[in-house]
């Protein structure tokens, strides 16, 4: 069983379109992740998001943490080619620490 | 300052064998941290390790075992390899890293015959 399930797990968009992808689960996490990933390359964390409700903006990235803790969503405004990649969200879990990935979002953005 | 690096980038090993897979951490880092990446799948935890010892370990048979030097660097050991073991084996590491970001390195690019 996922812990966090990632929505669209497949996203094709033109450039300069926008795009949002969502991080969701049943469980509460203290503070949720995004990570961006590229073919052959390893993930590099894109934010951290700990405060229920949080909202931070990474240039044309809006990151929000849902008030409950339990789920997140990644908007791309005008998206470019260069945003192209796998966003996976990882959640720490209370107690244990451990880091729980998601399956990932694959954004295709065609110039 | 080099990031996490590791060891080697592409193996293609068979079954039964043994491997290995090394990994030296970001500089100032002192938690290592080892995943596996199945194609088209997120991370899956595999263990970490802090003051060379295994601090945590997720749901991997006993076949997965790691080992960290006192430089911090770390290695995994992968006994009796199955098919369902070829992945991408990522290494990420954190300062203290109970639920740190992580720094991943490129992985290592597992495949077995």
């Known amino acids: 069983t996922q812990l966090l399930e990632q929505s669209p797990q497949f996203l094709s968009i033109q450039e300069g379109e926008n795009l949002t992808v969502y991080c969701n689960s049943s469980?509460?996490?203290?503070?949720l992740q995004w990570y961006r990933q590229e073919p052959g390359e390893g993930p590099v964390l894109l934010v951290t998001?700990?405060?229920?409700?949080e909202v931070k903006k990474l240039k044309r990235l809006t990151f929000q943490f849902g008030d409950a803790r339990k789920d997140s969503s990644l908007h791309i405004t005008a998206a470019q080619p260069g945003d192209t990649g796998l966003y996976l969200c990882?959640?720490?879990?209370?107690?244990?620490?451990?880091?729980?990935f998601g399956k990932g979002n694959q954004v295709v953005v065609i110039p | 300052d080099a990031g996490v690096t590791q060891s080697p980038t592409h193996l293609i090993k068979t079954r039964g064998q043994q491997v290995t897979l090394r990994c030296s951490p970001k500089s100032g880092h002192d938690t290592v941290s080892w995943y596996q990446q199945a194609l088209g799948q997120g991370p899956q935890f595999i263990f970490q390790?802090?003051?060379?010892?295994?601090?945590q370990r997720g749901n991997f048979p006993d076949r997965f075992s790691g080992h960290q030097f006192p430089n911090y660097s770390s290695e995994l050991n992968v006994n009796a390899l199955l098919l369902g073991d070829s992945a991408l084996y990522l290494c990420?590491?954190?300062?203290?890293?109970?639920?740190?970001?992580?720094?991943f390195g490129d992985g290592t690019r597992l495949s077995i015959l």
């Open positions: 990420a590491s954190s300062y203290q890293g109970f639920g740190q970001p992580q720094h």
């Open positions: 469980s509460v996490f203290s503070s």
């Open positions: 390790y802090y003051e060379e010892e295994e601090r």
């Open positions: 998001v700990v405060t229920g409700g």
């Open positions: 990882a959640g720490v879990s209370y107690g244990n620490n451990r880091l729980a």
